[in-house]
């Protein structure tokens, strides 16, 4: 029998799917940057654009800097955020180094358009298994960057709000933001509770670090057994 808890959490993702839960996040995002004269958004795994475009139009006196390394998806985000005034994107991986690294490139049965949306720079785990309309069959050499080598070369001393869907590198890509970290106000992130790709750092713990530092969960949903979707506060806001 499921618990109250699980029911209610369930419930709660059906009602935010059917309104458009990512929309809704990234209002809930604007509404803790309200005091904020003209905040600068970084997203981290835009795939072809579509949260990039939206967040383009809730926020246009925003910078968004978005941040996609599979090639034919940055292709799409291109296209779609060309007319962005406000948006500025990289075809690059946000990570825990500098240098190269092969991406394991998703293929989605289910996805029409064929972006890749699940890519990730690990190899997959029980992804596979959990999602088994997504393959893993391709590989492809991108640019990898920490975010903090990023901020340094583009002249960037903070980052308001993130929003990041890197398919298990989330952590490992904030462990090394040392010096753009501590400036941060809101993230929004996606996280595993179950090992889906391998090594990757699972919630409970990923949690406890972001805790520690001074962050606070405001919306927390857990899709299904192998992630879910939170949203991080700093204590304050």
Request: hydrophobic share 40%; net charge neutral; aromatic share 12%.
């Amino acid at each position: 029998m499921k618990s109250f808890f699980s029911i209610k959490k369930n419930t709660l993702y059906f009602f935010r799917k059917l309104l458009g839960d990512k929309q809704i996040y990234q209002q809930d995002i604007l509404k803790y940057l309200k005091n904020i004269k003209n905040p600068i958004i970084l997203e981290a795994g835009a795939a072809d654009g579509y949260d990039t475009l939206r967040f383009s139009k809730l926020a246009p006196y925003s910078t968004i800097y978005a941040f996609e390394p599979v090639e034919k998806n940055f292709i799409m985000l291109k296209n779609r955020v060309k007319s962005c005034s406000n948006v500025k994107i990289y075809n690059l991986a946000l990570a825990d180094f500098d240098g190269t690294a092969e991406m394991n490139i998703s293929k989605d049965s289910e996805h029409i358009s064929g972006v890749a949306a699940s890519s990730t720079l690990l190899e997959p785990g029980l992804h596979t298994t959990l999602y088994p309309n997504i393959t893993f069959d391709e590989k492809e050499k991108v640019k990898t960057k920490t975010l903090d080598s990023w901020a340094l070369e583009e002249g960037i001393n903070h980052i308001d709000a993130m929003w990041l869907d890197m398919q298990g590198y989330e952590y490992l890509m904030l462990k090394k933001s040392t010096k753009i970290l501590p400036t941060v106000h809101v993230i929004y992130s996606e996280v595993s509770i179950k090992e889906v790709f391998k090594g990757v750092y699972l919630f409970d713990e990923y949690k406890e670090w972001l805790l520690s530092l001074g962050f606070r969960i405001v919306m927390e949903e857990i899709i299904d057994e192998g992630c879910g979707n939170v949203l991080f506060v700093k204590t304050g806001i």
